[in-house]
Every structure is written in structure tokens, then in C-alpha cells.
């Protein structure tokens, strides 16, 4: 719904407030933002259980130091930092190469769709094939994304762009999130998974701060040139991972 919605809010409020260029999208934002405090103000979370809370614990180094909780935060990581580059340059890269907002909107309706629809069996797919394989996938649909990009700049090159960046964050994220909770033991839970979330969502703070930057002194082929590195070094590190679990279920 959102992939429809937000989009095309922005897109229909754009010109809102005279004189003021997605003023309106803005305020648009606050109808949204309001709904969103209401619905979570009925959220009830569960209080931590006595083990959760007075279970023994290892020390964070040592728990940090396990492939299976490096490996996929790494993966999660870039996943969500390479996403969140190359989708926040797009409007420039759109605008830049002549394509009206509308069209831009449209791009960005088809990424979101792609980077949450799948959610609905991504979770069933790791369960069949394997969190590392699909991981694995998702790594790849992010190397095509690349390549979509760097192959033309029409409307379809970049639905195809961004349609292949959102199902390859969905594929990398979901996998890398499953499998780091099998880095901890319940009591250990709440301090690993802050430490994730504040290294992932940092990288995405960092990823938004810059890709204007980046944009605009590299342009959109080097910026999404730039990301290449990244996927080749999480590719490798499941790949060693995943003959390290093969080996280790040998044994």
C-alpha cells in the first residue's frame, strides 16, 4: 500500500503551497506521521522473560567475533547501505537525465513494491533453499541492479534498476537478520541485536547524508560503480561462510 501511496502523495502535493516546491509533500507527511503515532500507540510489547533479563551473558567481543553474527550484519549492512545510496540519488540521476517528477514517482512506486512485496515469502524461501543461498541471490539481484543502471538511463532502465536494488535488499536484509539470531542465547538477545541495529541503520543515516554528495561530484555511473566493492566483499564472505558450515556439518 505504501509503495503505492507515498509516491504518489508526494507527487499529487507537490505544488500544494504556492511559491514552494514539495512544501506539500512535506506537510502531507505530518497527516502520515500522525496516523503512524496513533496506530503505535495501541503497540503492547512484551516485558522481558527472567532469562532474558538474568541470564548469563558473554562478553559483546566475543559474541561480535562469530561468523554468524559478522558475517550477517555485514550483509545487512550493505544491503541496506547500498539501497539506500543509489535510491536516494535516483530523483537526481532522473531529473539530471530530463525525466519528469511523475515518472520519477512511478520509478520509486515499483522499487518499494519490490523491496517489501516479497517479505510475504522470502521467509519461506529460507526455510527451503537456505539463508545463505538466498542471501547469497539477493547479492546477485544487486550486481544486475548495477548493471541496469550502467546500461542506459530511460524509464526502464531505471524501474529495472530499482525493482532489482528493492528485491535484492529484501533477499540480502531478511537472510542477514534471520541468520544473526543464531549468534546469541536469549539474555544475550537485547544488547546484540542493539548493537546491530545501531550499526545498520547507522551506515543508513551515513548513506543518506552523502549520496547527494556523492551524485553530485562522481555523478550516478560512478556512484553506482562505487557500490561494487561492497557486494563483492559480502559475496565472498557468505560464500566462506557457507563451505565453513558445509565443513563444520561434515565433521
Known amino acids: 500500500m505504501a509503495a503505492f501511496v507515498g509516491p504518489n502523495l508526494a507527487a499529487f502535493n507537490r505544488d500544494l503551497i504556492a511559491g514552494f516546491p514539495f512544501a506539500g509533500s512535506y506537510a502531507s507527511l505530518l497527516v502520515v506521521y500522525s496516523l503512524s503515532i496513533l496506530l503505535a500507540s495501541f503497540l503492547r510489547i512484551s516485558p522481558p522473560t527472567e532469562v532474558e ?3 548469563s551473558q558473554r562478553p559483546l567481543k566475543q559474541i561480535v567475533c562469530q561468523p554468524v553474527f559478522f558475517v550477517p550484519v555485514a550483509g545487512a549492512l550493505i544491503a541496506y547501505g547500498v539501497m539506500n545510496l543509489v535510491m536516494t540519488s535516483t ?3 532522473m531529473a539530471g537525465c530530463g525525466h519528469s517528477f511523475s515518472d520519477t514517482a512511478f520509478v520509486i512506486e515499483w522499487h518499494v513494491l519490490a ?4 517479505s510475504f515469502f522470502t521467509g519461506n ?5 537456505g539463508v545463505l543461498r538466498i542471501m547469497g541471490i539477493g547479492v546477485l539481484m544487486l550486481f544486475a541492479s548495477v548493471a541496469a543502471s550502467l546500461n542506459g538511463d530511460t524509464v526502464a532502465h531505471f524501474v529495472a534498476a530499482l525493482a532489482l536494488l528493492g528485491l535484492g535488499w529484501n533477499f540480502l536484509f531478511i537472510g542477514g537478520t534471520t541468520l544473526v539470531t543464531e549468534s546469541y542465547t536469549p539474555s544475550e538477545k537485547a544488547k546484540t541485536q542493539g548493537l546491530n541495529d545501531l550499526m545498520i541503520f547507522g551506515t543508513v543515516a551515513l548513506t543518506a547524508g552523502i549520496s547527494g554528495v556523492v551524485h553530485e561530484i562522481a555523478g550516478w555511473q560512478m556512484l553506482n560503480l562505487l557500490v561494487l566493492p561492497f557486494l563483492a566483499l559480502v559475496l565472498l564472505l557468505i560464500t566462506w561462510f557457507s563451505r565453513v558450515r558445509q565443513t563444520e ?3
Open 115 to 118: 523491496m517489501f512485496l516479497p
Open 249 to 251: 556439518g561434515a565433521i
Open 125 to 129: 524461501l529460507i526455510t527451503r533453499f
Open 53 to 55: 533479563r538474568y541470564g
Open 91 to 93: 530523483p537526481l540521476a
